[in-house]
């Protein structure tokens, strides 16, 4: 985001990352919070609640960016993301272990992670910059999200269902 936020809406870098770094201290805040939520109300709830929100929120949020952007809407909206984020991150970790049986918990959710990480994270920019070039498009990257945000639900919706007994996470 601060590259997007430097190159596309000119805020200067400065602004771009301490709007970052905002959204990032949420992040931290709220991630454990959500995980310890997550115990309560459930894996599932949380991962597609979280997942929908930014599926519905990227490219209006993006385009009410773009239309003004500003050091205090770039801002806002780091911190709206980050709640959403943290809403999924806090609780993937405890959903993912959920998957895998205890003797392959560890390499499963290692491979699973960082598979997905380096494929959708590691290339985001890249492929953010890349369809901003092709397709002269400066919301582009709002399909990308929305795409890999799709592409987990199918997942969760897949992976997890609510347990029978009263578990907090089934796994199919």
């Known amino acids: 985001m601060p590259t ?35 115990d309560r109300v459930g894996r599932r709830p949380l991962l597609l609640g979280s997942a929908i929100a930014i599926i519905v929120l990227t490219y209006p ?12 809407s770039l801002t806002l909206f780091q911190v709206v993301f980050a709640i959403l984020i943290a809403a ?7 959903a993912m272990s959920e998957i895998y ?3 392959v918990r560890s390499t499963g959710v290692s491979i699973a992670y960082n598979s997905a990480v380096t494929i959708f994270g590691g290339f985001a920019p890249f492929i953010a910059t890349w369809l901003i070039a092709e397709t002269g498009y400066s919301l582009a990257p709002a399909f990308y999200v929305t795409a890999a945000m799709a592409l987990s ?6 992976l997890f269902r609510p347990s029978k007994e009263g578990e907090q996470l089934g796994v199919q």
């Open 4 to 38: 997007y936020a430097v190159r596309q809406l000119h805020v200067p870098q400065a602004r771009a990352l301490l709007a970052n770094g905002i959204g990032l201290l949420v992040l931290l805040i709220l991630a454990p919070a959500f995980g310890a939520l997550s």
């Open 61 to 72: 949020s993006l385009a009410m960016l773009t239309s003004s952007p500003s050091p205090l």
């Open 88 to 94: 999924f991150t806090g609780t993937a970790p405890a």
């Open 101 to 103: 049986p205890p003797e």
């Open 153 to 158: 639900v199918v997942t969760i919706w897949a």
